[in-house]
């Protein structure tokens, strides 16, 4: 199949992909149109719950197996947003519509890609296709719970908006719920064991942590407090305030290694919400990434979370588009994105997969 047409193909399958709502857990339509892209080249595929996947034709067991991932559910739109969030279009080469950045426009270029290799022979590497659902809420019928059920993956690239950059290492993500005690009482009596006057001296410590460990490619551990909430009544001391404590995490530290420090030292009581939304890298010297590299490509560390970390193999974010636009109002990818997208997935895969013959 010609690379121009996949790519027409491509824009198609994601003006459709806009114009179905496909929140997370609420994916079955986009599931069915995904189908239909490889009912239309027929690629074999299959499909638990939300999640439809294809491998190429010449799959052999005895082979290394690449993935291309990316996911087809959808935040809710903001009430920011001033345009209809499931009509797509086109103005001054944007194409406008919630999911077209995050990550249709990935999406639909990995399964360009995926396509274009389809039938290719001889390669050492075999190639797996995931189209994945709850992405957004890291749900269970995600890449995560899908795995089980998949071949083994060796090494993957996991589509979201990098501006085709290479992010070869993601922060992981651990949520501690903390409590922050003291002595109820009414407001009218003295009382030297204000919970929320106690809370003070917590933050304070919170504000000033640091983790002493720093990353070549993720910096610095971050750790933030994003909410707190406490008392009832305007008469009445309460008992306690909980605040919520989100830490990023760099590739020096284990989620279980972040949650013994915190939980031994902080000044209040700490519990996790769990540990299995790990860091994730790929060695810059991996022949995917150098063949990126060969292309003008330029390696970074993401902040932002992905299905990368339901992965314990290597893994290279990477995909049309910029994060900066995800969850924004007024969603949109330039239409060239795609394109260029789609032809670097193609020569970046050429470089790495070798003995091609299609």
């Given at each position: ?5 996949l ?18 857990e609420e994916?079955d339509?986009?599931?069915?149109a995904?189908?239909?892209w490889?009912?239309?080249?027929d690629?074999?595929?299959q499909?638990i719950?939300n ?10 067991e ?14 809710k ?8 969030p ?12 919630l ?5 249709g426009?990935a ?6 890609t ?5 039938e290719?022979?001889?390669l ?14 890291a749900g269970k019928?995600s890449?995560r ?9 060796d ?7 990098t501006?085709?950059?290479l ?6 993500l651990?949520?501690?719920?903390a409590?922050?005690k ?7 009596h003295p009382?030297g064991d204000?919970a929320?006057?106690?809370t ?12 002493g ?8 551990v ?9 008392g009832?009544q ?5 008992a306690?305030?909980?605040l ?20 031994s ?12 939304l790990n860091?994730s890298?790929?060695a ?10 060969s ?26 588009g ?10 949109y990818?330039?239409?060239?994105e795609?394109?260029e997208g ?14 091609i013959?299609?």
């Amino acid at each position: 199949m010609e690379q121009e047409t996949l790519t027409e193909k491509a824009l198609e399958l994601l003006k459709k992909l806009i114009s179905i709502q496909s929140f997370s857990e609420e994916e079955d339509q986009t599931a069915e149109a995904i189908q239909d892209w490889f009912k239309a080249f027929d690629i074999p595929f299959q499909r638990i719950n939300n999640n439809v996947f294809a491998v190429n034709r010449h799959f052999d067991e005895r082979k290394p197996t690449l993935l291309l991932n990316s996911h087809h559910d959808t935040v809710k739109p903001n009430k920011a947003y001033t345009k209809d969030p499931f009509l797509p279009h086109i103005e001054d080469g944007k194409l406008y519509g919630l999911g077209s950045n995050d990550a249709g426009g990935a999406l639909v270029s990995l399964l360009a890609t995926f396509t274009y290799f389809y039938e290719a022979e001889n390669l050492d590497h075999n190639i797996l296709m995931v189209a994945s659902a709850e992405e957004e809420n890291a749900g269970k019928n995600s890449l995560r719970g899908l795995l089980p059920s998949l071949p083994k993956i060796d090494v993957a690239i996991v589509g979201e908006p990098t501006q085709m950059q290479l992010a070869i290492a993601e922060k992981g993500l651990v949520v501690f719920d903390a409590v922050v005690k003291g002595t109820p009482s009414h407001a009218a009596h003295p009382n030297g064991d204000n919970a929320i006057y106690n809370t003070i001296e917590v933050l304070d410590w919170f504000k000033n942590y640091t983790f002493g460990k720093v990353s070549e490619a993720l910096g610095a551990v971050k750790l933030t407090v994003t909410q707190i909430n406490g008392g009832s009544q305007h008469n009445v001391v309460p008992a306690q305030v909980n605040l919520v404590i989100d830490v990023r995490v760099n590739d020096q530290y284990t989620n279980s290694e972040i949650a013994h420090l915190l939980k031994s030292e902080a000044p209040c009581e700490l519990q996790e919400r769990g540990l299995d939304l790990n860091s994730s890298a790929i060695a810059k010297d991996h022949p995917l990434v150098r063949s990126g590299i060969s292309l003008g490509r330029e390696t970074y560390g993401s902040p932002t979370l992905s299905d990368q970390a339901a992965l314990s193999c290597q893994s290279l974010k990477l995909g049309p588009g910029d994060s900066t636009r995800s969850h924004s109002a007024n969603e949109y990818i330039y239409v060239h994105e795609i394109e260029e997208g789609i032809d670097l997935y193609i020569k970046i895969l050429k470089g790495f997969l070798k003995k091609i013959k299609t």
